[in-house]
């Protein structure tokens, strides 16, 4: 019988806290079940492995992604939209470094509806500058890159040199913006 209180939820949010605290590399069956207060095996009942459980913590942090740049992008379009999700995925990417650093980057859209409402998200934001098909996949790849280079090399202190840190993502983001409003279709 499963313990009282503990759900499958309440084990991702074990493992949440787990990687807040000591990074992607902390997520181990052991440390949840220790933070969650059972031994190891009874986490089999919430949860069938550490591959399971590394699932379910990406769709945990793309639901999180997702939730707040649907917040940033609402009632916004073209350079605004695109700046406000800029900055929100990078300060969700300062506020939250370990569980973003234990995400999966290779989580599927088609598998995972966190992931798809993620993207659906990014979609409707560059649609303003009236992209589709490929072009708008491409758009979203580089607006992707841009956010999560910068967010992950500063969360790592990646950037050691004197200047400004919101001077420079200051600049990335003119700079996605001028590739946004002046590109040409790739295809």
């Given at each position: 019988m499963p313990r009282a209180g503990l759900s499958p939820d309440a084990v991702v949010d074990a493992a949440v806290a787990?990687?807040?605290v000591g990074g992607p590399?902390?997520?181990?069956?052991a440390a949840v079940a220790g933070r969650v207060g059972v031994a190891t095996p009874s986490l089999y009942k919430h949860v069938r492995n550490?591959?399971?459980?590394r699932h379910l913590v990406t769709s945990r942090v793309l639901e999180e992604l997702a939730e707040r740049l649907g917040e940033a992008a609402l009632g916004r379009s073209r350079d605004d939209a695109v700046r406000a999700l800029m900055r929100a995925y990078r300060d969700y990417?300062?506020?939250h470094p370990g569980r973003y650093g234990a995400m999966e980057q290779e989580a599927a859209p088609e598998d995972d509806a966190a992931a798809e409402r993620l993207l659906g998200i990014l979609y409707g934001a560059l649609r303003?500058?009236?992209l589709e098909g490929p072009d708008l996949v491409h758009a979203a790849r580089?607006?992707?890159s841009a956010v999560h280079g910068f967010a992950v090399l500063e969360a790592a202190g990646g950037f050691?040199?004197?200047a400004d840190l919101e001077a420079s993502y200051e600049l990335l983001i003119t700079m996605v913006l001028g590739g946004l409003s002046g590109r040409r279709p790739v295809a």
């Open positions: 787990v990687v807040d590399g902390a997520l181990t069956l550490l591959a399971e459980l990417v300062a506020e303003g500058y009236e580089c607006l992707r050691g040199l004197p």
